[in-house]
């Protein structure tokens, strides 16, 4: 299954880590294919030992089936253990930034998995992490790097695990030294200055949006959700529900439909019945319709007492009332009509 890394579409592939031992090449086959169509799946295995080194790659027939893969695949569990997916490489300009970190030090058995998963919890690793081996024997060299897609991300690295004890020695953490031969490390004032004027013309990476923005769910009988409420105007809570089958109040003759239950207000009508002490709710705002077309007289047939979501037993009902108002009605001839708009109070 395997083809050399020259051969594969970079942007169309994503790096596997964490992968469990028991993992074979046929198995994240089948797994990562749940995002779209696999072209090739390699597991770098041990010369030695001919085991896989517990990280991968997996190529997809196109880009967007990779970064697809990389928001639905990334933190699923094989054998219990989370695999962390990500793009495999980024683009030229993300390659450029140059926030490439040198690690001194390393002890003979870490190994690329560890770099990563050590790592990428301080940012967004660009390229796969890298340990130094000899060519012939496939030892380590005591050294390897590990590139982020900011500066920040690796600032953050530095401070955090240099001098921290990675399998029984303490490494070392810096910037790296450039390629170009210099003496020159990476990290320099004008190299952050050029990476943040890149990013400035790039799109922002947005997080995870799947469970975001949700709408709200459709309350029962078709009744949409209240508008926001201007400002001061007490909101429409706390109210008794209105018991099955009890009658339900009509507006008094020139009174707009009081905020609550079905078919009753317009949108910026009444708030909900007042609270003891006869606080007089405002008037209504000019040029306002009702809701659904109903003129503001009329009203729509009472729920069922079937109506779902309704109370088996309903609360005891108020002194001297039969019954208690259905969310916000208040009872008959307790207020008097309000004001017309613009009439003095």
């Known amino acids: 299954m395997a083809n050399r890394p020259e051969e594969r579409n970079q942007d169309a592939t994503v790096y596997v880590g964490n992968v469990d031992d028991r993992v074979s090449e046929g198995l994240l086959w089948e797994l990562m294919l749940q995002a779209g169509p696999v072209v090739n799946v390699h597991l770098p295995k041990d010369r030695v030992?001919?085991?896989?080194?517990?990280?991968?790659?997996?190529?997809?027939?196109?880009?967007?089936?990779?970064?697809?893969?990389?928001?639905?695949?990334?933190?699923?569990?094989?054998?219990?253990?989370?695999?962390?997916?990500?793009?495999?490489?980024?683009?030229?300009?993300?390659?450029?930034?140059?926030?490439?970190?040198?690690?001194?030090?390393?002890?003979?058995?870490?190994?690329?998995?560890?770099?990563?998963?050590?790592?990428?919890?301080?940012?967004?690793?660009?390229?796969t992490p890298k340990v130094a081996r000899d060519p012939d024997t496939g030892n380590s060299k005591g050294y390897g790097f590990v590139a982020f897609d900011n500066f920040e991300s690796a600032d953050a690295a530095i401070e955090a695990m240099n001098g921290q004890y990675l399998m029984n020695k303490p490494i070392t953490v810096?910037?790296?030294?450039?390629?170009?031969?210099?003496?020159?490390r990476h990290g320099s004032a004008a190299e952050r200055l050029l990476a943040a004027q890149s990013r400035k013309n790039q799109p922002a990476h947005m997080p995870n949006r799947f469970f975001a923005d949700i709408p709200a769910r459709p309350r029962p009988g078709g009744v949409p959700p209240p508008m926001p409420m201007q400002t001061g105007m007490p909101m429409q809570q706390g109210h008794p529900p209105m018991p099955a089958g009890a009658p339900v109040p009509v507006a008094a003759a020139g009174q707009?439909?009081?905020?609550?239950?079905?078919?009753?207000?317009?949108?910026?009508?009444?708030p909900p019945g007042p609270p003891p002490g006869g606080f007089q709710g405002p008037p209504p705002r000019p040029g306002f319709q009702p809701m659904g077309g109903f003129p503001p007289m009329q009203r729509p047939p009472g729920p069922p007492p079937s109506f779902p979501g309704r109370p088996s037993m309903p609360p005891p009902p108020f002194p001297g009332q039969g019954f208690p108002p259905q969310h916000g009605f208040p009872p008959q001839g307790h207020f008097p009509p309000p004001p017309q708009w613009g009439a003095g109070r």
């Open 49 to 127: 030992t001919q085991q896989h080194q517990g990280y991968g790659f997996v190529e997809y027939m196109t880009e967007e089936d990779a970064d697809y893969a990389i928001k639905i695949m990334n933190m699923i569990k094989l054998f219990g253990k989370p695999i962390r997916v990500n793009k495999a490489t980024s683009d030229k300009k993300n390659l450029d930034v140059g926030a490439s970190l040198f690690i001194g030090n390393l002890d003979p058995d870490v190994e690329e998995k560890l770099l990563y998963d050590t790592f990428s919890a301080f940012g967004v690793i660009v390229q």
């Open 174 to 184: 810096s910037f790296a030294f450039k390629k170009d031969g210099k003496g020159e």
């Open 256 to 270: 707009q439909p009081f905020m609550g239950g079905p078919g009753g207000p317009p949108f910026g009508g009444f």
